[in-house]
């Protein structure tokens, strides 16, 4: 019985061999007849998009043009060349309005027109993006908030034309904070602020005569973590923005520094040194608890959470210099992962995990540095000299560090890949010790 | 001599001696005398009736014969027969010579007178008869002259006719073996002919085949030749439209290169394939998305890439663009 049963299964695999193989020679045969062409590189240049300055009706806020916005935020990215306005053929602003052909005379691949109207104490803004030679719209949208938040609204904006046009998350609603230092009466004065990733809307959230450091946002964007040395030393606190509450929450003998919040919202990683030496810990920001994550008579500070919540980089010069080691788990032996100069401090892990960003000095000058931490290929990201704290955009394509300009400090915005710079708008004195916020739910 | 033959050959000897006493015993029929006389005749001198022997016949036929008397007690019949026909004869001889003496008288009288005239008769008859006699003889030798020359013209023309007939039969053997030659000849003749037409035939066939073959071989070669040359002109034609291809897909890719902006959210390892239909003119007529990359940004920029080259580059050559350009396929996948 079983043999009756097994040959007709067996006929008919004997069967299907050839038809398959036939099948096989057949795809393989008309697929060798296509021609197939291999584009492996793009243009390597900002992607032309049109933004045409979107219709206004009724009493709009001055200043605040929601299509200047929209285009200045592509134009930060380094991923987007915006046509100017006094180029483009004609202004539409729906797509009734618009002939492609013109457009593709300019050489532009997307189009973006709308309107913004004025509804009572609030502004409505309507827009459509276009791929040009597709001739077919990718987005479409209406949107309204009050009137004072018009910015909001073009960050907004920008954010769904980037999505739309990246496939990544647009990061132009995030926030950035930031340390400003000035002077009044020959007296320093340190201001912590928050503002929009354009460095506009900067709001003081903290001053002191005392330097202010190391500012960190909590992964729900809430809250900020930072360094202030207010009380004559180091301490650090958990300030919650909206309400404005501070909270020291290391005040350790010694040094207290360098926070960074857990993926999780619930510890930061801290340099205390409240036992002789400077160590990386674990703080659990509710119960205080503390975990001593390095253990080793050299300095090890600046610790910062892998984005899967497990492992952690820190810098570390036990080797003689500052390098960065990585723990891939709080239990696990640190490894030294940067070996190019004598100097490699401050790391930062980028999203996905995949890179690390940090300060790399070569030639008596610092740059950002990004290491592929799988092929440990390293890239110089900037050609400033005195380039420090790097903080990446939540989405990964960006980051924004802290650099020299004459005399001053300033915020410079570069493409993750070391792509076109943005320089924020200068604020009053040095500005310092950026940090880029989550995004913002 | 067999029985039958020596049988023969005695019947005819009695029949031969029969025929000789008949003619020597039978009386003749003298015509009556206007005189009486008498003569001694001997049976020599007895001359058969004058007959033409009838020319040697052949031989007849032997018959079966009927039942023969005994030929001694037929011969003393014979004899019997004879002597009765003598005595017959002596009677009659006697009764004549009755007669004659009774007459002897007067005839002698008259024979007296008559004798010189008989005697001169005589005389006449002896000369007629000896000049019957010698015509006789010299007939009988002329007959037995004749009869021999008649024998021998018979001997001579059966000789002649056996000749003859031999020559005939020679002749006809020589005809019959001419004709047989000749049937020979002519068979050999018609056998030769036949084989010089076979192998005339079947050199006309070798060379008809041979021609053919020449024919086949020579078709063969120039479509060979033509076989070559289409090949080699099609490998020309081929050589010349890889080159257009390749050419060409470099400069499709280029203007792709050129026209592509890959968004940031792309990946090595990502992968969006694309079929393009395009016009001869160059212009795109459709393009479809085969395969995606699960990212629909990175999927628009290969669309938008495709569609953002206004005339794509293309060969003058129709066939290398219906064969390589007329639907083509792009992979765009971003070597980071």
Same mark, same amino acid.
């Given at each position: 019985?079983?043999?009756?049963?097994?040959? #007709?299964?067996?006929?008919?695999?004997?069967?299907?061999?050839?038809?398959?193989?036939?099948?096989?020679?057949?795809?393989?045969?008309?697929?060798?007849?296509?021609?197939?062409?291999?584009?492996?590189?793009?243009?390597?240049?900002?992607?032309?998009?049109?933004?045409?300055?979107?219709?206004?009706?009724? +009493?709009?806020?001055? =200043?605040?043009?929601?299509?200047?916005?929209?285009?200045?935020?592509?134009?930060?990215?380094?991923?987007?060349?915006?046509?100017?306005?006094?180029?483009?053929? $004609?202004?539409?602003?729906?797509?009734?309005?618009?002939?492609?052909?013109?457009?593709?005379?300019?050489?532009?691949?997307?189009?973006?027109?709308?309107?913004?109207?004025?509804?009572?104490?609030?502004?409505?803004?309507?827009?459509?993006?276009?791929?040009?030679?597709?001739?077919?719209?990718?987005?479409?949208?209406?949107?309204?908030?009050?009137?004072?938040?018009?910015?909001?609204?073009?960050?907004?904006?920008?954010?769904?034309?980037?999505?739309?046009?990246?496939?990544?998350?647009?990061?132009?609603?995030?926030?950035?904070?930031?340390?400003?230092?000035?002077?009044?009466?020959?007296?320093?004065?340190?201001?912590?602020?928050?503002?929009?990733?354009?460095?506009?809307?900067?709001?003081?959230?903290?001053?002191?005569?005392?330097?202010?450091?190391?500012?960190?946002?909590?992964?729900?964007?809430?809250?900020?973590?930072?360094?202030?040395?207010?009380?004559?030393?180091?301490?650090?606190?958990?300030?919650?923005?909206?309400?404005?509450?501070?909270?020291?929450?290391?005040?350790?003998?010694?040094?207290?520094?360098? #926070?960074?919040?857990?993926? +999780?919202?619930? $510890?930061?990683?801290?340099?205390?040194?409240?036992?002789?030496?400077?160590?990386?810990?674990?703080?659990?920001?509710?119960?205080?608890?503390?975990?001593?994550?390095?253990?080793?008579?050299?300095?090890?500070?600046?610790?910062?959470?892998?984005?899967?919540?497990? =492992?952690?980089?820190?810098?570390?010069?036990?080797?003689?210099?500052?390098?960065?080691?990585?723990?891939?788990?709080?239990?696990?032996?640190?490894?030294?992962?940067?070996?190019?100069?004598?100097?490699?401090?401050?790391?930062?892990?980028?999203?996905?995990?995949?890179?690390?960003?940090?300060?790399?000095?070569?030639?008596?000058?610092?740059?950002?540095?990004?290491?592929?931490?799988?092929? =440990?290929?390293?890239?110089?990201?900037?050609?400033?000299?005195?380039?420090?704290?790097?903080?990446?955009?939540?989405? =990964?394509?960006?980051?924004?560090?802290?650099?020299?300009?004459?005399?001053?400090?300033?915020?410079?915005?570069?493409?993750?890949?070391?792509?076109?710079?943005?320089?924020? #708008?200068?604020?009053?004195?040095?500005?310092?010790? #950026?940090?880029?916020?989550?995004?913002?739910? | 001599?067999?029985?039958?033959?020596?049988?023969?050959?005695?019947?005819? *000897?009695?029949?031969?001696?029969?025929?000789?006493?008949?003619?020597?015993?039978?009386?003749?029929?003298?015509?009556?005398?206007?005189?009486?006389?008498?003569?001694?005749?001997?049976?020599?001198?007895?001359?058969?009736?004058?007959?033409?022997?009838?020319?040697?016949?052949?031989?007849?036929?032997?018959?079966?014969?009927?039942?023969?008397?005994?030929?001694?007690?037929?011969?003393?019949?014979?004899?019997?027969?004879?002597?009765?026909?003598?005595?017959?004869?002596?009677?009659?001889?006697?009764?004549?010579?009755?007669?004659?003496?009774?007459?002897?008288?007067?005839?002698?009288?008259?024979?007296?007178?008559?004798?010189?005239?008989?005697?001169?008769?005589?005389?006449?008859?002896?000369?007629?008869?000896?000049?019957?006699?010698?015509?006789?003889?010299?007939?009988?030798?002329?007959?037995?002259?004749?009869?021999?020359?008649?024998?021998?013209?018979?001997?001579?023309? *059966?000789?002649?006719?056996?000749?003859?007939?031999?020559? *005939?039969?020679?002749?006809?053997?020589?005809?019959?073996?001419?004709?047989?030659?000749?049937?020979?000849?002519?068979?050999?003749?018609?056998?030769?002919?036949?084989?010089?037409?076979?192998?005339?035939?079947?050199?006309?066939?070798?060379?008809?085949?041979?021609?053919?073959?020449?024919?086949?071989?020579?078709?063969?070669?120039?479509?060979?030749?033509?076989?070559?040359?289409?090949?080699?002109?099609?490998?020309?034609?081929?050589?010349?439209?890889?080159?257009?291809?390749?050419?060409?897909?470099?400069?499709?890719?280029?203007?792709?290169?050129? *026209?592509?902006?890959?968004?940031?959210?792309?990946?090595?390892?990502?992968?969006?394939?694309?079929?393009?239909?395009?016009?001869?003119?160059?212009?795109?007529?459709?393009?479809?998305?085969?395969?995606?990359?699960?990212?629909?940004?990175?999927?628009?920029?290969?669309?938008?890439?495709?569609?953002?080259?206004?005339? /794509?580059?293309?060969?003058?050559?129709?066939?290398?663009?219906?064969? /390589?350009?007329?639907?083509?396929?792009?992979?765009?996948?971003?070597?980071?």
């Amino acid at each position: 019985m079983r043999q009756t049963r097994q040959a #007709p299964v067996l006929w008919r695999k004997l069967i299907a061999i050839p038809a398959v193989l036939a099948m096989l020679v057949a795809v393989a045969t008309s697929a060798q007849a296509e021609l197939m062409i291999r584009v492996t590189k793009g243009a390597g240049e900002a992607v032309p998009v049109a933004v045409v300055p979107f219709g206004q009706s009724g +009493d709009l806020p001055a =200043g605040d043009n929601v299509s200047t916005i929209i285009r200045n935020n592509l134009e930060m990215t380094g991923e987007f060349n915006p046509l100017a306005a006094d180029r483009m053929l $004609s202004l539409p602003t729906s797509v009734d309005d618009v002939f492609f052909r013109d457009w593709r005379m300019l050489g532009q691949r997307y189009l973006l027109v709308g309107d913004v109207s004025r509804e009572g104490d609030r502004v409505r803004a309507r827009y459509e993006l276009f791929d040009v030679n597709g001739e077919r719209r990718l987005l479409g949208e209406s949107s309204s908030t009050t009137v004072s938040n018009i910015r909001s609204l073009a960050h907004h904006i920008s954010d769904k034309v980037y999505e739309a046009l990246t496939g990544e998350p647009g990061v132009f609603s995030t926030r950035l904070a930031y340390v400003t230092r000035d002077e009044q009466g020959g007296k320093p004065r340190y201001r912590l602020q928050v503002s929009d990733v354009d460095g506009r809307r900067a709001s003081v959230r903290l001053e002191s005569r005392e330097p202010i450091l190391s500012p960190a946002w909590s992964p729900d964007g809430r809250k900020l973590a930072y360094v202030s040395f207010e009380s004559g030393k180091p301490q650090i606190f958990v300030h919650e923005l909206a309400a404005g509450k501070r909270t020291a929450v290391a005040s350790f003998p010694g040094l207290n520094s360098a #926070p960074d919040w857990s993926p +999780d919202g619930r $510890s930061l990683l801290v340099t205390l040194s409240r036992s002789g030496n400077a160590e990386v810990y674990k703080l659990d920001v509710e119960s205080r608890s503390l975990t001593r994550l390095t253990d080793h008579w050299g300095i090890d500070t600046e610790g910062a959470w892998h984005p899967d919540g497990e =492992g952690f980089a820190f810098t570390s010069d036990r080797s003689g210099g500052p390098q960065i080691y990585i723990k891939d788990s709080e239990n696990a032996s640190p490894r030294r992962v940067t070996f190019g100069g004598r100097y490699n401090a401050g790391a930062r892990f980028s999203p996905d995990g995949d890179y690390i960003y940090y300060v790399h000095q070569r030639e008596g000058a610092f740059h950002i540095a990004r290491m592929e931490l799988e092929t =440990g290929n390293e890239q110089i990201l900037t050609r400033t000299g005195m380039d420090e704290s790097p903080s990446i955009a939540p989405n =990964g394509r960006m980051l924004i560090y802290a650099t020299r300009q004459g005399s001053d400090s300033v915020l410079t915005v570069i493409s993750a890949g070391g792509g076109a710079a943005y320089t924020l #708008p200068a604020a009053r004195g040095d500005v310092r010790e #950026p940090a880029w916020s989550p995004i913002l739910r | 001599m067999s029985p039958v033959i020596l049988s023969l050959l005695l019947h005819g *000897a009695i029949v031969v001696i029969t025929l000789v006493s008949w003619h020597w015993i039978t009386p003749m029929e003298e015509p009556p005398e206007p005189s009486i006389s008498a003569r001694l005749v001997s049976p020599e001198t007895v001359q058969p009736p004058e007959t033409t022997s009838p020319p040697p016949q052949p031989e007849p036929e032997p018959e079966p014969e009927p039942e023969q008397p005994d030929p001694v007690e037929e011969a003393q019949q014979r004899e019997a027969e004879q002597q009765r026909i003598q005595q017959e004869r002596e009677r009659e001889e006697a009764r004549q010579r009755e007669q004659e003496r009774q007459e002897q008288k007067r005839l002698e009288q008259e024979a007296a007178a008559a004798r010189e005239r008989e005697q001169k008769a005589r005389e006449a008859e002896e000369a007629a008869r000896e000049k019957a006699r010698a015509e006789a003889e010299e007939q009988a030798r002329q007959k037995a002259e004749e009869e021999r020359k008649a024998r021998e013209e018979a001997e001579r023309k *059966a000789e002649q006719e056996r000749r003859a007939q031999e020559e *005939a039969e020679r002749r006809a053997e020589e005809e019959r073996k001419r004709q047989e030659q000749q049937r020979r000849e002519e068979e050999e003749r018609k056998r030769q002919e036949a084989e010089r037409q076979r192998q005339e035939q079947a050199r006309r066939e070798r060379e008809q085949q041979l021609e053919q073959l020449a024919q086949e071989a020579e078709a063969a070669r120039l479509a060979e030749e033509r076989r070559r040359e289409a090949a080699a002109a099609a490998r020309a034609r081929e050589n010349q439209m890889r080159n257009e291809k390749s050419r060409y897909e470099s400069l499709i890719r280029d203007a792709l290169h050129r *026209a592509w902006y890959p968004p940031s959210s792309a990946r090595e390892g990502m992968s969006v394939i694309l079929r393009l239909t395009l016009l001869p003119s160059g212009e795109l007529q459709s393009v479809e998305v085969v395969e995606g990359s699960g990212n629909r940004a990175f999927d628009n920029s290969a669309i938008s890439a495709a569609r953002g080259i206004n005339r /794509y580059p293309l060969p003058d050559s129709r066939d290398t663009f219906d064969r /390589y350009f007329r639907q083509f396929t792009i992979r765009f996948e971003p070597e980071v």
